[in-house]
């Protein structure tokens, strides 16, 4: 361990804190974390802590569901401008346009999304529990907010209902293209392809297996292959390496970077601790409204 991770790590005992990373996090911060998880399991740890402090490593939205699962809770953000542009490509105005033009339909809006828009919204879903949310929701019609691709994709495993779907979409899964999966499948002919439901529908119809992050992980895990081509962030190819040496990991593309995961370094959570920066805070409203959107999802 590095100096700074050992300070790190005193720091973190003094301050009473948790650390909670995204698997999308580069692997010296998921080797510091208490606990390394998609965006529904940091969630969870989230609601749960005990400690004064959560230190998310992640994005904006992350450490904003933290904030609203915990609100006793100091919550901070390492590095301010550490956003997702998914979820800013929709607004709350946008979601109240939507509802009026369908009034009959429920609003389901992924976690990638910001407080104000949950706060609009009926439920919230994480790529790992979209299908079963769809599924259960009484509602025939329902809007899916933001991402198209992880909207379309939920629309084909659930045809008895009808989907309205927003135009967002996250730049680094929606830039992968079948060529590309082509090229990694003619390198790697016996590989498993491994595909996140954020990559497009023509994409997606090239892999073996489609799931969120963690189901990515369990699927290398539990399956006997020996190759596996990632369809996801780089963070998670070099979290399966570490964990499964034994595996050949390929990366489907190095285009499979999203550059706001990896604004958070090592120096960044040590100053966070310090210094007490960046904390999360949002209006009454907006975690009043956001938490009956994701304790609906943690429900169910
Ligand atoms: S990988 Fe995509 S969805 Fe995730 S934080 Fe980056 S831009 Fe947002």
Redesign the pocket.
């Known amino acids: 361990m590095s100096e700074l991770e050992d300070k790190i790590i005193q720091l973190k005992k003094q301050k009473n804190a948790l650390i909670l990373a995204h698997f999308?996090q580069t692997l010296d911060i998921q080797n510091i974390a208490d606990h390394v998880g998609d965006s529904f399991e940091l969630a969870k740890y989230a609601q749960k802590a005990t400690q004064a402090v959560i230190v998310l490593c992640?994005?904006t939205f992350m450490a904003e569901s933290a904030k609203i699962l915990n609100p006793d809770k100091t919550v901070l953000l390492p590095v301010p401008d550490a956003g997702?542009?998914?979820?800013d490509m929709v607004t709350p105005e946008d979601v109240k346009a939507l509802k009026e033009q369908y009034p009959d339909a429920a609003v389901m809006c992924y976690i990638?999304s910001s407080a104000a828009v949950k706060a609009e919204c009926d439920i919230c879903c994480t790529s790992s529990s979209a299908v079963k949310i769809a599924k259960v929701l009484p509602q025939k019609q329902i809007i899916f907010v933001p991402d198209q691709n992880l909207g379309a994709y939920v629309a084909s495993q659930v045809p008895e209902k009808e989907f309205i779907l927003f135009h967002g979409f996250?730049?680094?899964?929606h830039r992968v293209s079948v060529e590309d999966v082509m090229c990694a499948k003619a390198a790697y002919p016996d590989a498993m392809v491994l595909i996140h439901p954020?990559c497009t529908t023509a994409v997606l119809r090239q892999a073996d297996y489609i799931g969120s992050t963690s189901g990515i992980i369990k699927q290398v895990e539990q399956s006997d292959q020996k190759a596996f081509i990632i369809g996801t962030?780089l963070g998670v190819a070099e979290r399966l390496r570490q964990l499964y040496p034994e595996k050949q990991i390929h990366l489907l593309t190095d285009k499979l970077i999203?550059p706001?995961?990896k604004k958070t370094h090592l120096r960044d959570v040590f100053s966070s601790l310090e210094n007490n920066v960046y904390e999360i805070k949002l209006s009454q409203n907006e975690m009043e409204g956001a938490k009956k959107s994701l304790e609906r999802m943690i429900n169910v």
């Not at 997702?84 to 979820?87: I, K, N, R, S, V």
């Not at 996250?170 to 899964?173: A, M």
């Open positions: 999308y992640g994005v997702c542009p998914m979820a990638n996250c730049p680094t899964h954020e962030e999203c706001n995961m």
